[in-house]
């Protein structure tokens, strides 16, 4: 099991750009796939973005597509996510979490491991 640990979010103006980051305690790190979530208030975890063990393969919801990237370096043991042309409606606390299985899923309970997440706010 990876302990997760996100930084970087903040508060922003809409159109603006943030960058989070994950970072992961463990050696085994570049085995597991990651993924992004959100949650706003009032409103269920739900999937923003994944990336494969290996970092070739990535998915996204179809409300972040095209404006968000996910990436990873497993040197440093730590995955990103690029958020461009930010919204009112992205912001959430946003919360990366670690897939033992390597594969890109969309699915919530395929991630065993959570960080704390780390609040975006993106003003009008």
């Known amino acids: 099991q990876v302990q997760l640990v996100e930084s970087g979010g903040g508060l922003v103006q809409a159109g603006g750009s943030l960058r989070v980051s994950c970072a992961a305690s463990?050696?085994?790190?570049?085995?597991?796939?990651m993924g992004w979530f959100r949650q706003a208030p009032g409103k269920e975890r739900e999937f923003v973005a994944a990336?494969?063990?290996?970092?070739?393969?990535?998915s996204y919801s179809d409300s972040v597509k095209g404006r968000f990237t996910i990436s990873r370096d497993n040197t440093k043991n730590t995955v990103y996510l690029q958020m461009n042309g930010l919204k009112p409606e992205d912001t959430a606390l946003y919360y990366c979490?670690?897939?033992?299985?390597?594969?890109?899923?969309?699915?919530?309970?395929?991630?065993?491991?959570w960080g704390q997440g780390t609040q975006v706010t993106v003003s009008s």
């Open positions: 979490a670690a897939n033992p299985t390597a594969y890109d899923s969309r699915r919530l309970g395929d991630y065993r491991s």
């Open positions: 990336i494969s063990a290996s970092g070739i393969s990535t």
């Open positions: 463990g050696r085994t790190f570049s085995t597991y796939a």
